[in-house]
Structure formats: structure tokens, C-alpha cells
């Protein structure tokens, strides 16, 4: 197959034994139509050059990519699943494909979801509705744009199955998707070693984390390696919830099994962005306490992060572990603030002023209930978009008395980049979104006309949105 000199082929999974993974076949499936391929992605990682029926081959029929894992393997883990253990999941409809460098030389994997089933499926058939596949697709162009460190989806296929699922209605078309991530070790890839007993693959498992996802690890005084290795961790975790925050996103589901040791966002489910600002959101119907709601994203990630730190006792100390764990709320704070600044196009300061403007800008979104994109598109620039903002249909709800104190704060900040302020994006009437109608209204095109013409020019417009306003980060 023809691959760039770019292609750097890694797999470095074979460093753990068999403890870790388990050897599976995918499924077969009746037909294989292509309905996403990432061909920016393809090209920053060698294989870009596939042509259609090479990128059939390896992303629907899954033959091994030159030189990299030979079979396809389910990762083990467990976890925590809304704060209850639960030591029967593991990759369940996926499995890791491939594993390579990217420009800069990390690690990266190339996995799946919906392949079909593994000893981990339990009674699930290991398969993926296609509207599963659109929502990942959109979810992770869109956070993409707004600079949130995301996994990628890399491909996508229809696969001509009929699929019950008591969630939605059926049958229902089904898909397999492939995503492009920095890791797939997890939370729950060291609970499970913890469930076990092993403290010999708990360090193999810590040794080899270092080694490929944080290489550049420095050992501070009153730390061991577990403890620096944790430290950088909560630091990369408060960040990503940072970013989720100041993007307006709902994981859904925050469980253990679905955070990595590379602090980057992965697995969509049943995700939302905020249309207001709204402390209690949630996006899981199944949510009922509101465990996962927006505002309580920290709390739970922070609480992620001890049930790791517990997998590192016997490596480190409790001391040593809690005060790695005591650096997540001052970075997530400081994250939060410059992240909301960055949103609305302005430089930080670096005092106790970003802080301040952080307090009152949220205090202005609870109360008015702007629209929570339409607040970053109208003041995108600062004071430079007054008068933009003025001619917004929301503008009656720039006069209240909550935000005056805000207008009056963003006199103090520059634009970053006032040039941005004349592109194209911000002479249309609103911003890019992604609410929970939007995704609904592009579903329905596909499953009444099959119709992807509205998905297309809807991945099309995040990614301009991306580029226009600055945010977009290919991380």
C-alpha cells in the first residue's frame, strides 16, 4: 500500500504481555460504505495516500496496517461506573488496530468502536448505530474546533446491518467507526490490575505510561515516579475539564473507564453542549441524580483521579499521591480563565484580574441565559465588538445590570487577534453550534432521504468556525 515517509509505524503495545489485551477477530460485515474519512488526519499521520479501496481494506475489513499489529486486540479494564465498581467491562465493541508516531513523535493509536464482539461484550452485540457514529464524528470535529484535546474521528463506515437497540427506535442502521487517539490506557486499565492483586503489572503498566506518554517525566523532590507520573496527570485531566467547560460540553458519562493517562477526551455517548448556561445540565437521560451535570465535571474528574491515585499506593506513598492530587484546582482554575479569554479572542493578563473577569462572566451567563455560543461569537474581540453586539438578536440582554461590571472589565483586555475580527465567520448572522435539535436535524436527513449533504456542510462549517476564530488545535 502506498504510505508517506510520514508513516511511522509503533507498536509498542507489545511491551505489556498478554495480561493486558486479549487476541480478537472483527466482525464481517455485509457491506462497507465510507461516510467519513479524516483526510487531514490521514496526511499528518502517512496515510493520506490510501487510495478507496486500500482505506476499505484497513478501516472496514481491518487488515494490518505495514508493519504494525499483526491482530487486533481488546484492551482489559475496569471501573467505576457513576461511582460504582464494576470489574466486567473492558473493550466491549472495539478494539486497538494500530499504533504510530505522529510529526512529533508521540504515540498514537488507532482504534475502533462497533467491530464487533470480544470477550468483554457481555450480552452486547459489539456493534454501533450509525447515528452513534454521526454523533462521534460531529462531537470531536466540534471540540476539535474549540481547542479541546480530543481523539479524532478517523473513519467511518456504514456496514448494512439492521440493529435493535431499546434506546432509540429500530432497527436502525448501524456503522463502524475508527478513532485516532493518543492513548487508550486508562483510569480503569490500572483499577483492573488493583482489582487483581498485580502489583508487578501495575508498575509494568506505570513503567510503560511513563516511558511512551510522558518521556520528558522530571522526578521533583518529594516525589517517586508514581507520584510525578500522577502529578501530570491531574495537571493534563484539570486542563481537559477546563476545556470541556469553556467549550459548554456534557460528557455524559465520566466514569473511570472513560479517562486516559494523556488527558484527552474520548468515547462520546450521550453528550451536549449547552445551549444556556446552566450549572444543573445534563446530558444522560439516565442521569437522574445529575452526577455528570456541567458544573459538577471537576468535582467528578477530581474524583477519577483519586480512584487512580488508590492504583498507585503500593508504587508511591498517600502523602506523595495527595499532593500530586492537591495541583488539580489550581490548574483547572487557571485553565478555565485563560480558556474563556481565549474563547472571546482576548489576552490574558496573568493577575488576579482574569480571575475576577472568570467570576463575572459567569455570573452574567447564569443570569441572562444568552445563548451560550452566541456570547462568544457576539464579544468575540472584546470592547473592538460593541457595536457587533449591539446589532445581535440578543443585545437587549447586554443591558441588564449583571453585565455591566463584565463590559467594564473587558475595557482592561487586548484582542489577541483583532485581524480575525474582518474574516468571513463573523459577518454572518450567528455562530456555529452543535445543540441537541442541530444533531437531531441532521440524523433525520440521513434516516428519512438518506441525505448526508446537511452532515457534510455541518462538519464543514465547525471546521471553518475552527479556523477562523483561532481556536482549533491539531493536538
Known amino acids: 500500500m502506498p504510505v508517506s515517509t510520514s508513516y511511522r509505524p509503533a507498536p509498542r503495545i507489545g511491551e505489556l504481555d498478554d495480561g493486558f489485551h486479549d487476541v480478537v477477530e472483527a466482525a464481517r460485515f455485509p457491506e462497507h460504505r465510507l461516510r467519513f474519512r479524516n483526510q487531514r488526519w490521514a496526511e499528518r499521520i502517512g496515510l493520506g495516500e490510501l487510495d478507496a ?3 476499505e481494506r484497513h478501516f472496514a475489513f481491518f487488515a494490518p496496517l ?15 461506573q457513576f461511582r460504582t465498581f464494576n470489574p466486567q467491562i473492558g473493550d466491549g465493541r472495539g478494539f486497538l488496530h494500530a499504533q504510530l508516531l505522529d510529526q512529533e513523535g508521540r504515540l498514537l493509536d488507532l482504534a475502533t468502536k462497533g467491530s464487533g464482539r470480544t470477550p468483554w461484550s457481555r450480552d452486547g452485540d459489539g456493534r454501533l448505530t450509525l447515528k452513534g457514529g454521526v454523533r462521534e464524528v460531529l ?5 476539535e474546533a474549540l481547542g479541546v484535546a480530543t481523539s479524532k474521528t478517523f473513519s467511518l463506515f456504514e456496514t448494512g446491518e439492521q440493529l435493535w437497540r ?4 429500530s432497527p436502525t442502521r448501524s456503522s463502524v467507526l475508527v478513532r485516532l487517539g493518543h492513548s487508550h490506557v486508562r483510569f480503569g486499565s490500572f483499577q483492573r490490575q488493583l482489582a487483581l492483586g498485580d502489583q508487578g503489572r501495575i508498575r509494568k503498566l506505570l513503567d510503560y505510561a511513563i516511558r511512551h506518554y510522558a518521556p520528558d ?15 501530570v496527570v491531574t495537571a493534563r ?18 466514569n473511570t473507564d472513560n479517562m486516559n493517562v494523556t488527558g484527552e477526551s474520548f468515547d462520546y455517548g450521550p453528550y451536549r453542549f449547552l445551549p444556556v448556561y446552566d450549572p444543573a445540565f445534563t446530558a444522560a437521560y439516565f442521569d437522574h441524580s445529575g452526577l455528570y451535570a456541567y458544573e459538577r465535571q471537576p468535582t467528578s474528574v477530581h474524583w477519577n483521579l483519586q480512584r487512580f491515585a488508590d492504583t498507585l499506593v503500593e508504587q508511591s506513598s498517600v502523602d506523595a499521591l495527595s499532593r500530586a492530587l492537591d495541583g488539580f484546582l489550581p490548574e483547572f482554575l487557571l485553565a478555565w480563565r485563560e480558556g474563556v479569554l481565549r474563547r472571546l479572542g482576548l489576552t490574558p493578563l496573568g493577575d488576579e484580574r482574569d480571575a475576577d473577569f472568570l467570576s463575572l462572566t459567569r455570573a452574567f451567563l447564569v443570569e441572562s441565559r444568552v445563548g451560550y455560543d452566541r456570547f462568544f461569537f457576539d464579544w468575540y474581540g472584546g470592547a473592538a465588538s460593541a457595536a457587533r453586539a449591539a446589532a445581535s438578536p440578543e443585545a437587549d440582554k447586554y443591558q441588564g445590570p449583571t453585565f455591566v461590571p463584565l463590559r467594564s472589565a473587558m475595557d482592561a483586555y487586548a484582542p489577541s487577534a483583532p485581524e480575525r475580527l474582518a474574516r468571513p465567520y463573523f459577518q454572518r448572522p450567528a455562530p456555529c453550534s452543535l445543540l441537541i435539535d442541530e444533531i437531531e436535524a441532521l440524523w433525520d436527513a440521513i434516516a428519512e432521504r438518506d441525505d448526508w449533504r446537511p452532515f457534510e456542510s455541518k462538519v464543514a462549517d465547525i471546521r471553518t468556525m475552527g479556523e477562523e476564530t483561532g481556536l482549533a488545535a491539531l493536538t
Open 66 to 80: 505495514p508493519e504494525n499489529l499483526p491482530r487486533p486486540l481488546a484492551l482489559r479494564y475496569h471501573g467505576h
Open 237 to 254: 485531566s484539570a486542563r481537559l475539564c477546563a476545556a470541556w467547560m469553556t467549550a459548554g460540553f456534557v460528557h455524559g458519562v465520566l
Open 166 to 169: 431499546g434506546d432509540e427506535p
Open 139 to 143: 462531537a470531536t470535529e466540534m471540540l
Open 53 to 55: 479501496a486500500e482505506w
Open 217 to 231: 517525566l522530571v522526578v521533583g523532590a518529594g516525589e517517586d515516579p508514581a507520584s510525578a507520573f500522577l502529578r
